[in-house]
């Protein structure tokens, strides 16, 4: 028995290394050899375009204009600070070592074929493709397939397709709607109108016995330089977002001028029939922001009197109190002059 298995395992020993020397034999495969070179060569190119493909008709376009990077494909908003950098510090890094499939059907099966794929990336230079890459399945943790156009060989690298998100917004710093409080002199909303004065906000209209209620306006600022929106829904304002009568309106008065010379801003804030959720403008952007209902609610019921607190009450100086005590006290013992 033991010699029987002895000879299978033989024979099977044997096939294995048959499969390992046909597969490495001088022209029966491209020569690869083991090295930690670069996947993709982008240290003399520097893309001014990428496109990202999906699966069917899915597809995001970056372009990098006078400004920085923008979604041309969702509507040329400006792309969250530092994320085009760091995917291509990323790409950069990927090695091209020993491939998984130096074939058509490999490309197939690991899903990185022309027809067939998770993710296709372009990167171009004006009118120039400097690469194409595919990816596929992932072998791994943070590991996934990938295949250059003019190649047959796939490769198992370090990166991971939902690092390539396929919609618009996800490439957008979603706090573009917010408006830091550093950046703003004046805040008019309602019958409420703050000034800023130093490190302080100062409420217009104060009667002698009041101070503005500064926890209160820094409350209010917060809440502006939190205002994040959770997707763009173009650029036609529609009759059903209701802004012809919005239900929140700031008017604010910035430190700087913007990109169009004012500092002016304007923000409106409207309430469609249905949804749970606000329409914002702003007079600096064509866009259209659907706006998470509860942080504009909490501003509705705004009322001047929560800027309000009574003046402190000032007690007179030690000294001031002394001095009074003693002039009492003379005019006590001085006695008239006899006649």
């Known amino acids: 028995m033991n010699a029987k298995w002895t000879k299978l395992l033989s024979i099977a020993l044997a096939a294995q290394a048959a499969l390992i020397v046909a597969l490495h ?42 400004n920085g990077w923008v979604v041309a494909s969702y509507y040329n908003l400006p792309v969250a600070n530092g994320k085009v950098d760091a995917m291509l510090t990323k790409l950069k890094e990927l090695k091209a070592s020993w491939p998984v499939a130096t074939s058509a059907s490999g490309a197939k099966r690991f899903e990185v074929a022309a027809d067939k794929f998770q993710r296709k990336l372009e990167l171009a230079q004006g009118d120039n493709t400097l690469a194409t890459l595919y990816l596929g399945t992932s072998p791994g943790y943070r590991k996934v397939h990938a295949r250059l156009n003019e190649q047959d060989a796939v490769f198992a690298v370090n990166y991971a397709t939902h690092e390539l998100p396929m919609a618009g917004k996800d490439w957008v710093d979603n706090k573009l709607t917010a ?41 209010l600022l917060a809440s502006l330089a939190d205002m994040r929106f959770e997707d763009v829904l173009g650029a036609e304002v529609k009759p059903e977002y209701n802004l012809s009568e919005p239900k929140l309106r700031f008017t604010l008065q910035l430190k700087e001028k913007n990109a169009q010379g004012e500092q002016s801003l304007e923000l409106n804030f409207g309430k469609p029939a249905e949804g749970d959720y606000y329409i914002l403008t702003r007079s600096d952007r064509p866009q259209v922001f659907k706006i998470d209902a509860s942080h504009v609610d909490s501003l509705l019921d705004l009322e001047r009197a929560r800027f309000v607190s009574a003046a402190p009450v000032t007690e ?24």
């Open 25 to 66: 034999w001088p022209g029966s495969q491209s020569a690869y050899t083991h090295t930690d070179q670069a996947l993709l060569d982008l240290e003399s190119r520097q893309p001014d375009a990428i496109h990202i493909y999906g699966e069917e008709t899915a597809k995001v376009d970056l372009k990098k204009d006078q």
């Open 179 to 219: 408006v830091p409080e550093e950046s703003i002199d004046q805040v008019k909303i309602k019958d409420i109108v703050l000034n800023k004065n130093g490190d302080k906000w100062d409420l217009e209209g104060l009667q002698s016995d009041e101070v503005t209620n500064e926890e209160a306006a820094h409350k």
């Open 316 to 339: 007179p100086e030690q000294s001031e109190v002394n001095l009074g005590q003693q002039g009492d006290a003379t005019e006590t013992t001085e006695a008239p002059a006899s006649s």
